[in-house]
């Protein structure tokens, strides 16, 4: 089992800067696949980006140059750097994991944080 913690969310003006945090607890870390996804009120849920148990990186093309997604092996932790913000990033923002290879099915989920990004 793997329980995922969201926090970091908070309000910011466009151009802003914000910085999420999912804190992971339960099975071994490194061997897990993470991803973050957002939700914005009536749209479907959209994967930001992900980052496998090698390190590598997947970024959707909304947020390319904009957000840097990383991982603390140590700590557990799983990071969302978002730079250069706009009101089309406000959403609730979700923390995902999964030990399935593909890293396209995602078994763990956590409740979200929300951000919101004025103009």
């Known amino acids: 089992q793997v329980f995922l913690v969201e926090s970091g969310g908070g309000s910011v003006q466009a151009g802003g800067s914000l910085r999420l945090s999912c804190e992971r607890s339960?099975?071994?870390?490194?061997?897990?696949?993470m991803a973050w996804f957002r939700q914005a009120p009536g749209k479907e849920r959209e994967r930001v980006a992900s980052?496998?148990?090698?390190?590598?990186?997947q970024y959707a093309d909304s947020v390319k140059g904009r957000f840097t997604v990383s991982k603390d092996n140590a700590k557990n932790i799983l990071y969302l750097q978002m730079n250069s913000l706009n009101p089309e990033d406000s959403a609730t923002y979700y923390c995902a994991a999964t030990f399935r290879a593909s890293c396209n099915s995602w078994d763990y989920w956590g409740r979200g944080t929300q951000v919101t990004v004025s103009s």
């Open positions: 339960g099975n071994r870390y490194s061997s897990l696949c």
């Open positions: 980052i496998d148990s090698g390190g590598s990186t």
